[in-house]
């Protein structure tokens, strides 16, 4: 192994080799340890379709810089890995590849052959994406990975249906659901995006089925269905309509009688205040024909196109009906008039095609039930969101719940554990598949050819995975898990689901927390997405910047809850930072060895000690600190406290910043500038205790790092002294295997932080006058400053540092501030002020000459503009503004004319010119 790091920082050299030496050394395995707390978080399982993009990227380094900090506390962290079969988007990537290669649909294979094809696409494809999550460097248990359709998560499906079922909780129903015609499956009203879009609404004339009775004038967006009407409604309270309800009117053109009826539903003040009842294309009109007692017809097929009530229409896509349909109706003098209107549109979740609202046998859960325990646990703080915001939106969409709809009119997932009986009809539901009919005894039986929604397995995901529904150790020790991390988009698609199914299951939430993020969205706030081309793969950016620089830029960019935009100059910064942590740290490595490369001794901080500057020394009374190194070990204290509290609080960017403003500026910019002299002096004692301080430091600013940046620290962390730890032989020596650090009063030296502070603003202000007076680093200078009292001991007590940081070579402290020279450049600091003599600030020869050519050129200026100004041929014809713009410009030469020519004047009396 090489003595010290390589020159450069290229994360490509160790990125992957670091990764596959945790995995084979066990750094990653959570074990059941009645001696250790345990922590525990589920993977939201990404689809096995899919590769890791920058939401999967964000989601899942929260979660590791969160597991690693666990573990590095001493918990037994366990991150629970695995993937979803995403039963619409696979069966959709099968069938394609089926159709292209093949020329085949799925019903030309058959089920089981089909399965088989979708099982070998899972074996090719549903690595992948795990692959890609080692790329990123996530410290899952890949040992525990799991998958939504193995042989212990069907187990568990199985089980909490029939469970669900014999409580009454599952039914099959006929009901009004959202059909995607484009995937040809039933969705959940959470699969359903609803999106407002610019649409028409068409007023059609229903003629009065009675001579002399009035017609009804009723406005629908959607007029492909109404072959499907069965009634007019009104609201009962409607004068307008009151002598009318009871009558019957004639649907256009069909011919067909339909009765008007009272209904609160209809509101009076929007469109004409009737509404046609269509209780199998519309949720609403659906309750209406319950409440009334009306049939339900369907007038459009699952695929989309018009059925046999649509007459001669029938066949025809259910938008060219609608043109034809309106056309028609038009011309027969029906139409009345049409109106622009803003519609909301229901799309499919996964494939944006507009859903059509379909009456179905579906399998359903009753939710009224379910959902009480789920409220319960929020607003009892056993289940809390962060930010608290999102609990309004998690109990909102509880309370307004309807009944799920589970099944899917699929082949690929959880097949729905009920069978029928096909000589007398009894359904029967089993965990086990059935041999013969309980009732009949018939050996006849038939499976439900339905699979249920993936959404119903993936909700049971955080005890399934540990091996519900047996009582397995890891349930037992693991369960509740601790945080789930997961965007604000998919609360209702699986949060919601997983605290119902919880509590149902096991009589608890299944986690304590839930850290909601934003999404990741590009440069100028879109969203990404395939048709939009604006997504970026995180493995590209990995390849580019390094793991360590996406993970830092993702955690320190986003605050919870809030969207991040994606820039790459954020990125830069983040890998500009990785680059300066290894060049400081090839620094104090260089000086922590010999010409042979090995260690220098450093100081002991007692008796027994090692020597290798421990991470978590706290006894300091055997080494002869300076306040330099007292202020360091404060500040990496406080800092400890900062970014644990603010862990503890999941605002990983305010953890983040802090360990990156610690490293960048107070250990590189300041802490090491200030021991150079000290490091590379004669005093060879005070030499150890330097070496001793860098390290020590080092090592707490990697091990608070480390979950961010994880690579990196443990790449450099490998190349420090540790006390009998041989990396090669001990993988107890790795960073990942580290304790976090602790605060201790011991670290605390509140003085010497008070002294440093103030040393370092006085370094500023002179710093800050030198670029003032345009006086280059290199120039020597003297300083006047004026202090009282405990001021004046405190920036006293810095003036070495000061001399050697702010290249000052004699420093006057006065009282009295007639002891002030005249002419000086000066800054104010808390209760200090500093004053820099002219002389020494400035080549006065070589100001006198930029000053004079200075006022030759603005003498130039101010003649030109004049003459511009006097010229009444310019005045007349140039607009007022140019005219007014010349004056400003006048106005501004004339100003900066006079400064120059005073500053000439004092400059020309010291060259005596």
Not at 513 to 539: F, Q, T, W
Not at 613 to 622: E, I, L, P, Q, R
Not at 822 to 830: K, Q
Request: charged share 30%; with cysteine; aromatic share 10%.
């Amino acid at each position: 192994m090489e003595k010290n790091l390589a020159k450069t920082y290229n994360p490509k050299d160790f990125e992957d080799r670091i990764y596959q030496m945790w995995e084979e050394n066990g750094a990653f395995k959570a074990e059941v340890d009645p001696d250790k707390k345990p922590f525990t978080i589920v993977m939201p399982p990404p689809n096995i379709t899919g590769q890791l993009h920058m939401g999967h990227a964000l989601d899942q380094t929260l979660q590791d810089v969160l597991t690693r900090w666990k573990r590095m506390q001493g918990y037994s962290a366990l991150w629970l890995p695995g993937s979803d079969h995403a039963s619409i988007a696979t069966e959709v990537k099968v069938v394609e590849k089926i159709r292209e290669e093949e020329g085949k649909e799925k019903e030309d294979l058959g089920r089981e052959e089909f399965l088989n094809r979708a099982w070998a696409w899972k074996d090719e494809y549903g690595g992948r994406i795990t692959r890609q999550c080692r790329k990123l460097g996530d410290s899952c248990d890949w040992s525990r990975e799991r998958f939504t359709m193995d042989e212990g998560c069907n187990k568990a499906v199985r089980h909490f249906f029939v469970q669900l079922y014999n409580k009454g909780l599952i039914y099959r129903g006929n009901r009004l659901i959202n059909w995607c015609p484009q995937c040809g499956t039933s969705l959940s009203d959470a699969e359903v995006e609803h999106e407002d879009k610019n649409g028409l609404y068409w007023y059609f004339r229903y003629p009065a089925a009675e001579e002399g009775a009035e017609d009804m004038i009723v406005a629908t967006s959607r007029p492909e269905t109404m072959f499907g009407d069965v009634a007019i409604a009104v609201h009962p309270d409607d004068e307008r309509y009151k002598d009318m309800v009871g009558k019957k009117v004639i649907l256009p053109l069909v011919g067909k009688e339909i009765p008007i009826i009272a209904d609160p539903y209809p509101d009076p003040e929007k469109g004409t205040g009737a509404v046609k009842i269509t209780p199998a294309h519309d949720p609403n009109d659906f309750e209406v024909g319950q409440r009334a007692g009306l049939e339900s017809p369907s007038c459009i097929n699952l695929d989309a196109t018009m059925n046999d009530l649509a007459g001669k229409y029938e066949g025809m896509d259910r938008y060219a009906c609608r043109k034809q349909w309106v056309k028609d109706l038009d011309e027969a003098g029906y139409l009345v008039k049409t109106e622009e209107k803003v519609i909301p549109v229901g799309e499919c979740y996964r494939c944006h095609t507009v859903i059509e609202p379909m009456l179905s046998d579906q399998w359903f859960v009753k939710m009224e039930d379910l959902a009480k325990p789920a409220i319960e646990a929020a607003k009892s703080g056993q289940l809390q969101h962060v930010p608290e915001r999102f609990e309004k939106t998690y109990l909102h969409w509880l309370e307004e719940i309807r009944d799920w709809c589970i099944s899917r009119q699929l082949w690929w997932g959880h097949r729905i554990p009920a069978w029928y009986c096909q000589e007398c009809g009894e359904l029967i539901v089993s965990e086990e598949d059935p041999s013969k009919c309980p009732k009949c005894g018939s050996t006849d039986l038939k499976q439900d050819e339905d699979v249920l929604d993936t959404w119903f397995s993936s909700a049971l995901w955080p005890f399934s995975t540990l091996g519900w529904p047996d009582k397995t150790k890891d349930l037992e020790y693991f369960y509740p898990t601790d945080v789930l991390v997961t965007g604000y988009d998919i609360i209702f698609f699986w949060v919601v689901r997983m605290v119902f199914s919880g509590c149902e299951a096991m009589d608890m939430p299944p986690f304590h927390h839930v850290y909601v993020h934003g999404l990741v969205r590009d440069a100028e706030g879109r969203k990404m997405s395939k048709s939009l081309g604006n997504g970026i793969d995180p493995l590209e950016v990995i390849d580019q910047f390094g793991a360590d620089a996406l993970r830092f830029m993702l955690t320190t960019g986003i605050t919870p809850g809030n969207d991040m935009r994606f820039k790459e100059d954020k990125l830069e910064s983040s890998r500009n930072f990785a680059n300066k942590l290894w060049n400081a740290s090839r620094f104090v490595i260089m000086n922590l060895q010999d010409e042979d490369g090995n260690f220098k001794e450093l100081a002991k901080c007692c008796g027994d000690c090692c020597g290798m500057a421990c991470g978590d020394t706290t006894n300091f009374s055997n080494i002869a600190l300076r306040d330099e190194d007292k202020w360091i070990i404060s500040r990496v204290n406080d800092a400890v406290e900062y970014v644990t509290n603010a862990l503890e609080k999941y605002d990983l960017a305010l953890a983040g910043q802090r360990v990156y403003e610690l490293i960048w500026n107070e250990y590189c910019d300041w802490y090491i500038e200030l021991v150079k002299k000290r490091l590379w002096g004669d005093d060879e004692e005070d030499k150890k205790v330097v070496r001793f301080v860098l390290v020590m430091v080092l090592k707490n600013m990697l091990e608070m790092l480390h979950p961010f940046m994880p690579f990196i620290t443990e790449e450099i962390w490998s190349f420090l002294p540790h006390s009998d730890c041989e990396r090669e032989d001990n993988p107890n020596c790795y960073l990942i295997k580290a304790k976090w650090p602790e605060v201790s009063e011991a670290r605390r030296f509140a003085a010497e932080e008070e002294r440093l502070e103030t040393a370092m603003e006085a370094i500023r202000a002179i710093r800050n006058i030198r670029a003032e007076a345009e006086a280059v680093p290199s120039k020597k200078l003297t300083a006047v400053i004026y202090a009282e009292g405990e001021k004046l001991d405190t920036i006293k007590s810095g003036e070495r540092y000061i001399k050697d940081l702010a290249n000052i070579t004699d420093i006057k402290f006065v009282t009295d501030k007639a002891e002030v020279p005249e002419e000086v450049m000066s800054a104010v600091i808390e209760g200090i002020e500093i004053f820099i003599p002219l002389d020494d600030l400035v080549d006065f020869n070589a100001e006198f000459d930029r000053l004079t050519k200075e006022k030759k050129k603005l003498e130039g200026e101010v003649k030109r503009v004049a003459g511009k100004l006097s010229n009444q041929g310019f005045l007349a014809k140039a607009p007022e503004k140019v005219v007014n713009e010349e004056k400003e410009k006048q106005a501004k030469y004339e100003d900066m004319l006079a400064k120059v020519e005073a500053r000439l004047e004092m400059v020309a009396k010291k060259v005596n010119k």
